[in-house]
C-alpha cells in the first residue's frame, strides 16, 4: 500500500508540474486567483506603498520595490499601525501574503534591482529569445507554484531512504526541466534536493550512467510534453491529451533509443500534426 501512495505521488508530483509549465497554468492561476477577497486593507496598502509613490516595475513592482519579500512585508505590517495586537499583525501579514501569493505576479524570494533586471531581460532576449517574465517568474513564486514545490517535497520525502536510482533520477530531471520551463525557483530547489539526496544513498557516487535511465525518463517525457501542449494549435485539451501520449511513447522507450533519435521523431511528427 505505501509503494502505491508513493508512486502516485511521485506521478502527481511529476504531472501537476509538467501541466505548470504547459499553457494550462494561464487557466489554473486565474482559478486560484479567487480564492481570497482582495480588497485592499490599510495593511495591503502600506506593503504597496513604495509602489504607490514611485511607480516601480508596474505589475512586477513587488521584484523591486522593497516591500515584498516575507520578511519585508512582516516590518512594512508591523510599521502600519501604533496599537495594533500582534495577533492582529500575524492575521494582517498572512492574509496580505496570501491574497499576493493567489495572483500570477506571486512574491519575490528577494528584492532585485530594476536596473540589473532590464539589463539582464535584455540579454537573455537579445542573446537567447527569452522573455523578460520567465526572468521574473524564475525569482517569484505564486500559489500554483508553491503548490507544485510542496507536493514535489512529498514525493521526495517518500523515497527518501530510497536507493532507486532510476526514480531518483526521474523525479530530479523532470522536475528540473518543469522548473525551468515553467520558471518555478522552488520546484528547481527540490529537483537538486532529490539529487543530493541520491548522491549521499549511494555512498556518494553520482554518475550520468549510473541514473541515465531516470534521467532520460524523466528529462525526455517532461520535455516532450511541454513542447507539445506549447505547438500544438487549437483548443488546449487536444495540446494536454496529444502531448500525454507522446510523453508516455518517449518515456517508455527511453532507455533504449538516444536522444537525438527521440527528438527528430518528436519534431517529424509535430510537422506531420501541424499539416494535418
Same mark, same amino acid.
Not at 494550462?24 to 482559478?31: D, Q, T
Not at 536507493?163 to 531518483?168: M, P, S
Not at 541514473?211 to 528529462?219: D, M, S
Given at each position: 500500500m505505501k509503494q502505491v501512495k508513493s508512486k502516485i505521488i511521485n506521478k502527481t508530483s511529476i504531472w501537476y508540474n509538467n501541466l505548470l509549465a504547459s499553457d %494550462?497554468?494561464?487557466? $489554473?492561476?486565474?482559478?486560484v486567483g479567487k480564492l481570497i477577497d /482582495?480588497?485592499?486593507t490599510i495593511y495591503d496598502k502600506a506593503i504597496d506603498k513604495n509602489y504607490i509613490l514611485t511607480h516601480i516595475g508596474s505589475w512586477k513592482h513587488r521584484l523591486f520595490d522593497g516591500s515584498h519579500t516575507p520578511h519585508q512585508m512582516w516590518e512594512k505590517v508591523k510599521e502600519t499601525l501604533p496599537d495594533d495586537s500582534r495577533l492582529e499583525e500575524i492575521k494582517a501579514y498572512f492574509f496580505s501574503m496570501a491574497k499576493d501569493l493567489q495572483t500570477p505576479a506571486g512574491l519575490p524570494i528577494y528584492t532585485a534591482s530594476k536596473e540589473g533586471f532590464d539589463k539582464t531581460a535584455k540579454y537573455l532576449k537579445d542573446t537567447y529569445g527569452i522573455p523578460s517574465n520567465w526572468?521574473? /517568474?524564475?525569482?517569484?513564486? &505564486? %500559489?500554483a507554484e508553491l503548490l507544485g514545490s510542496l507536493i514535489s517535497m512529498f514525493a521526495i520525502l517518500f523515497h527518501w &531512504? !530510497?536507493?532507486?536510482?532510476?526514480? $531518483?533520477g526521474d523525479i530530479a530531471s523532470s522536475l528540473m526541466v518543469s522548473g525551468l520551463i515553467g520558471g518555478n525557483p522552488l520546484v528547481i530547489i527540490a529537483s537538486l534536493v532529490t539529487m543530493a539526496r541520491a548522491y549521499n544513498l549511494n555512498n556518494k557516487k553520482f554518475t550520468y550512467n549510473s $541514473?541515465?535511465? +531516470?534521467?532520460? !525518463?524523466? +528529462?525526455i517525457g517532461t520535455g516532450v510534453f511541454i513542447s507539445t501542449v506549447y505547438l500544438i494549435s487549437g483548443p488546449l485539451w487536444i495540446g494536454l491529451v496529444t +502531448? %500525454?501520449?507522446v510523453s508516455i511513447i518517449a518515456r517508455k522507450y527511453a532507455g533504449k533509443i538516444t536522444f537525438k533519435q527521440i527528438s527528430s521523431w518528436f519534431i517529424l511528427n509535430l510537422k506531420k500534426m501541424k499539416a494535418a
Open positions: %494550462l497554468h494561464h487557466s $489554473f492561476e486565474k482559478w /482582495d480588497t485592499p526572468l521574473y /517568474d524564475i525569482q517569484t513564486i &505564486n %500559489l &531512504n !530510497k536507493k532507486d536510482k532510476e526514480i $531518483f $541514473f541515465r535511465t +531516470g534521467i532520460k !525518463k524523466g +528529462g +502531448g %500525454l501520449v
